[in-house]
């Protein structure tokens, strides 16, 4: 009897999509296989150079990682700011010079023939964690990333949360305390304000200047939240208490997303994670005595991002897979 | 040439629907044909009757309302309170006697030898505004109820959101407040402690024992928010403060969700919605003056329930429709 084997070698009409992430400072691109997250090619150039606009830079990067037998099924765009993604167009990435209202997925769609599908990049980030990193297995993901701002996002009953206009998953600008610190948005007691690294510094600085004891000071110049993680680790008063408040203000939020979503799984990236339990600990005490009913908990972990400062890359290119 | 033509009467072959409410007053239950919300029966029972079972008492009044040609497609239930949709069962139901982890979707399907689904009667008023009432048309549904207690229900690109469990969409238990007044959940600062008819009464009698001059007074018993609107409508200024309060919590809540889901309607119901323009200019208001980027108002609407006390009911049916 004859079983007939499938060739199961990589032959040129596999199929092969494009990541890329873009940031203020660096663009990334990387062609990836039908399966894994293993790229074939990817580079990575600086955003800015010159007079060259961004869009160009990008489009010419494209071509520099096209596969050499040709044929691209989707290139998947995460851009830092709002995007409409029904339509390709970036309402505003403050960090790319020029790119307000810009039409970014027809002009790379033209440029290179090939569909292309746009997303926010803290949104796409939880769509590779959920796909390929600490999501992976759950239906239901919130995903925060802490870093100099408080970015997040969504997957409900495995699919992403975007929004009829593309701008849903705005998690750092809920309000966590009224009247509370200036956000960089220019309101004020957002999530951001109050738990990203910005936050935490100038929970320290104000304090100081308050006369609270600590190894840490102003001069010479205001400590940036890693250090005052460092001081942390070492038992430095104010910077336990500053990550206390963050930690604090942090778990509230996350308590109202597990009564809101009901997930499976809260997923934290970001620099300001590297502080680990001076900043987990403080989340999961405020978790366990602000949530409704223990019930939010039976099926909740909580875990640290893997895919690190891929997640954006990655979720592009999932989100290219469809 | 000859076109076959469909017969379009009522046939006995039409699928039929079964529609459950229950509170902890009344249970109601309804006969749907395919198309539209017009009962074809109707019946409202007492939920407590001596010691009968308010199980029992329901699988009773679905007897009742039978079709008397028999064959009924699917029966949905909205109860009040959390429920695991996947097993068909009632976590806790506070407001009817024993209802607590019982097997309610089991119970029901045997007695009737019918396909049960339950859903949280929140969630599922969401579903009947978002299928037949102020959500027509809109992909992205954010309801809220406002009376005693706030409850609400979310339809992301035209799905429920229940959550694994089933217990999401608790938008009454987001903190408002930090260390705010005491909820009926234990915890403090809810939304519900604040802007609910409750949190409004609270707000008035506090205020009264501090002095405050009102038409309103504590004797011979503290003011109802109905009162309370009611004075308000004749200018009382600590009423006009009251819902101002209210007000201001309850549209920096709606702010929240907004950046979160980017909705592109808000349909306000339940009692304390009566109170009309005294309860919703300080939520435009604040609303304008939380956004992070008046993107999030271009296409949003925030319009009154219009299924009224049937939402429940409706919703329950939308569910069995599937």
């Excluded at 239906?139 to 925060?144: A, F, G, R, S, T």
């Excluded at 019930?295 to 592009?316: P, T």
Aim: aromatic share 6%; net charge negative; hydrophobic share 40%.
């Amino acid at each position: 009897m004859f079983s007939p084997v499938e060739f199961e070698g990589t032959l040129a009409k596999d199929k092969k999509y494009i990541g890329i992430d873009i940031g203020g400072t660096q663009l990334r691109a990387a062609l990836y296989p039908e399966e894994g997250i293993e790229p074939i090619k990817k580079k990575i150039i600086a955003t800015h150079n010159g007079d060259e606009k961004p869009e160009d830079r990008l489009n010419d990067l494209i071509g520099e990682i096209w596969p050499d037998e040709g044929g691209v099924e989707r290139i998947g765009i995460a851009v830092p700011g709002p995007v409409d993604p029904k339509n390709g167009v970036v309402y505003k990435a403050s960090n790319v010079r020029g790119w307000i209202d810009i039409p970014l997925g027809p002009l790379v769609q033209k440029r290179h023939n090939t569909p292309v599908i746009l997303g926010n990049d803290a949104n796409l980030a939880a769509l590779g964690e959920w796909r390929y990193g600490a999501g992976v297995g759950h239906h239901d993901v919130i995903y925060l990333t802490i870093s100099t701002g408080i970015g997040g996002g969504f997957i409900v009953d495995d699919r992403m949360l975007v929004g009829p206009q593309g701008i849903a998953g705005e998690v750092g600008h809920i309000t966590v305390l009224p009247d509370g610190p200036l956000c960089g948005c220019g309101r004020r007691g957002h999530l951001e304000s109050v738990s990203s690294g910005t936050g935490i510094a100038n929970y320290v600085e104000r304090r100081l200047k308050e006369g609270a004891k600590s190894s840490l000071s102003l001069e010479p110049q205001k400590p940036t939240s890693r250090q005052i993680a460092e001081a942390g680790a070492q038992g430095d008063p104010l910077a336990i208490e500053a990550f206390e408040y963050a930690g604090t203000f942090l778990g509230r939020a996350i308590t109202d997303l597990l009564h809101i979503f009901n997930p499976t799984v809260i997923v934290l990236g970001g620099g300001v994670t590297n502080a680990r339990d001076l900043l987990l600990n403080p989340v999961k005490r405020t978790i366990d005595n602000s949530v409704m009913t223990p019930a939010y908990l039976e099926q909740l972990q909580i875990c640290y991002a893997k895919l690190g400062d891929q997640a954006g890359l990655v979720g592009a290119m999932v989100l290219a897979k469809g």
